[in-house]
């Protein structure tokens, strides 16, 4: 793919409007059912034109909304970095076009001030990636996870006065337990910034959101949902159908290890395959299919690792709905 000097998007990239957005929860806000993560291919060890290729791509087709975290790398701050770059170089002109999110509460920096959910931490480490990013503010900044120690209200509040401030539109939670959700809710309702979104893992092969009960408390608060790895980090294409291939990220030291693969879930891709055939998809279609068909579910954080991969995941919001298929 060859990429201009001067990038300008596509005239039609808004063509698809009608089966590509939907409203977040009871927000003013309409996201793509398919958003751009950043938590793998855009670090320093992917090349910069290679992930410039994959956020042209995702913008020309209706992509608008791109997540990132203070510590997506690598190294902690690269996608940050690569992002600003994108922003200075690309994407200025198309800011109020774009839905930007990022993150905060794993370890960042040392010391004791460099992790968790504080007040200092938070503001600290969102100033840092406002500079990385090169953004006045971002759209939507979550609390990256649950903190066993911190005071609830001195982490809300925090989120709270954010917003306040103009640094982040929207605030949204990552990966809490539906008790301290349930909380988080109800404070930060009381003060006029209600939660946007809940972001937790809902995949085929994990369904924690549904069975805790996080998912209806979203669809009764109106609070949107999106779904991270929800390709299980690779697990639900058909890279494994056959054992693990040299080339392939389990392959590799990282988050997602050959453990993973245990002759159940061989059984079950098996499985999969066999219903992504009989519905004329591939199995990743089929996984994505699946997650944006469930209940409260407002998008998908789709990673990338080519323009191809992409392409091939945007299919999904076109998939025909499920009826009788048991998956």
Excluded at 120 to 146: C, E, G, P, T
Aim: proline share 5%.
């Amino acid at each position: 793919m060859n990429l201009k000097s001067q990038y300008t998007a596509s005239e039609n990239r808004y063509s698809d409007s009608e089966a590509m957005y939907a409203r977040c929860g009871r927000s003013g806000v309409m996201l793509p059912r398919i958003s751009l993560g950043f938590w793998q291919n855009f670090g320093y060890d992917t090349t910069y034109e290679k992930s410039r290729a994959i956020t042209h791509y995702a913008f020309d087709n209706g992509i608008t909304h791109f997540d990132l975290a203070n510590n997506y790398g690598p190294p902690y701050g690269a996608a940050e970095e690569l992002f600003g770059r994108l922003m200075r170089e690309d994407f200025n002109p198309y800011r109020d076009e774009l839905f930007i999110s990022t993150k905060a509460g794993y370890d960042m920096w040392p010391g004791p001030y460099g992790n968790w959910g504080s007040r200092k931490y938070l503001f600290a480490s969102l100033d840092q990636s406002l500079k990385r990013m090169s953004l006045d503010y971002v759209d939507l900044f979550y609390i990256h996870r649950y903190d066993p120690v911190t005071p609830l209200e001195e982490t809300l509040q925090a989120l709270v006065d954010i917003v306040r401030m103009g640094k982040a539109l929207y605030v949204g939670i990552s990966r809490w337990p539906l008790e301290a959700f349930r909380t988080a809710y109800n404070y930060l309702k009381e003060r006029d910034v209600p939660p946007l979104i809940y972001q937790g893992r809902l995949n085929l092969l994990d369904r924690e959101p549904q069975e805790q009960g996080i998912l209806n408390f979203c669809v009764e608060k109106g609070i949107g949902f999106i779904s991270f790895s929800p390709l299980a980090q690779g697990v639900l294409t058909d890279r494994y159908l056959n054992g693990i291939p040299a080339d392939s990220r389990m392959s590799r030291a990282g988050t997602l290890t050959k453990e993973r693969l245990t002759p159940e879930v061989m059984q079950y891709l098996q499985q999969l395959k066999g219903v992504a055939e009989s519905r004329g998809e591939t199995i990743s279609e089929t996984a994505l299919a699946w997650v944006l068909a469930q209940k409260g579910v407002t998008s998908v954080l789709a990673g990338a690792s080519s323009v191809g991969q992409l392409r091939n995941n945007i299919k999904c919001i076109h998939s025909k709905p499920f009826s009788t298929e048991k998956l």
